[in-house]
């Protein structure tokens, strides 16, 4: 790890601001440093929720925003999840997160999945809050975990 990169993720680590992150993961990717580049985009997921830090509402909306980030890298244009934005607003992050779940895998999961971040699927966030879902909501989690391999 060279210097730069080094300080990138020093920097990173410390950084709250939206903004900055967004303009670190940018710089990043211009300069080639792919580290650094991931670690601010994770980062800025994490900042992004105005809920509380822990919480399976925080959770859920750094999950939304990561694979929103996935969605605008791929097809090169920002895209919302409009549906899930929606149904959260009509029925709550906990019911959305389990209907997600139980049903059949999204491509979202997938693409999730397929970048690495198995931490922010709704499979995750459902087994980091157990206390918030049934027993069959968690069991459809790991299962689907398990067939992905993790």
């Not at 969605?71 to 934005?85: A, M, N, Q, V």
């Not at 491509?107 to 069959?136: C, K, N, Q, W, Y």
Request: proline content about 3%.
């Amino acid at each position: 790890m060279n210097d730069a990169t080094t300080k990138g993720l020093v920097f990173v680590s410390s950084c709250e601001d939206p903004d900055k992150l967004k303009r670190m993961a940018i710089n990043a990717r211009r300069l080639g440093d792919a580290q650094v580049e991931r670690a601010a985009t994770l980062k800025l997921y994490s900042v992004l929720p105005s809920a509380e830090p822990g919480t399976l509402e925080h959770d859920v909306w750094r999950s939304i925003y990561a694979l929103e980030g996935a969605l605008k890298d791929e097809r090169g244009r920002t895209t919302l999840l409009g549906r899930t934005r929606q149904k959260i607003a009509r029925h709550g992050e906990e019911r959305t997160v389990a209907d997600l779940v139980v049903g059949p895998a999204s491509d979202g999961f997938r693409m999730l999945i397929d970048r690495s971040m198995v931490d922010h699927t709704f499979e995750a966030v459902a087994l980091r809050h157990p206390d918030r879902f049934s027993d069959a909501v968690r069991k459809a989690a790991a299962a689907r975990l398990a067939e992905s391999g993790f």
